[in-house]
């Protein structure tokens, strides 16, 4: 009865397109035949918008912590650990148009870690304390993100990759 321990994990997949674009009144979605920069191009409803690729982008989120607890005469100890992990794969027509001006390509990570020793009084203590460590790392990162488009100088089928590594403790 004096030990307790807790156990969570969760996991959310994101697929999805909201908020990836600018969103103007005329503009046609998907990939038209016209750029719409000289070629005329019919307006449709509000909220379409012109790229030369898909803005699909998915986010995938997973995490699991586990504490322990046990009373004592005088205090409680808890101990958790916790363990999450996104990655996201995000491209984006940056130019908004038809044309392969400027496109990119994220693909970010992240772990992170937790770690956490606690002491704590009990109620019937003179005074109140608490007592502990914690522990935090994170490690993000580009993966790479793409570049390509012929307003940036970059050869057709070409593309500029850079990497990024950041690590926090």
Request: cysteine-free; hydrophobic content about 35%; aromatic content about 12%.
């Amino acid at each position: 009865d004096a030990t307790r321990i807790h156990v969570a994990a969760d996991f959310a997949r994101m697929k999805t397109d909201v908020g990836q674009q600018l969103q103007v009144q005329g503009q046609t979605q998907g990939w038209p035949t016209g750029s719409g920069l000289t070629d005329p191009v019919p307006p449709l409803p509000f909220f379409d918008t012109r790229n030369d690729l898909s803005n699909v982008f998915v986010t995938e989120d997973s995490g699991a912590s586990a504490s322990i607890e046990h009373a004592f005469s005088f205090a409680t100890l808890i101990a958790t650990v916790a363990f999450s992990q996104t990655s996201e794969d995000r491209p984006l027509d940056v130019d908004t148009t038809g044309l392969d001006a400027y496109n990119a390509r994220f693909q970010e990570y992240a772990q992170q870690i937790t770690n956490e020793l606690r002491l704590v009084s009990d109620d019937a203590s003179p005074f109140q304390w608490t007592a502990g460590l914690y522990y935090y790392q994170t490690n993000q990162s580009y993966d790479p993100l793409a570049l390509n488009g012929f307003s940036l100088g970059i050869p057709d089928g070409a593309h500029v990759q850079i990497f990024s590594r950041m690590a926090v403790r």
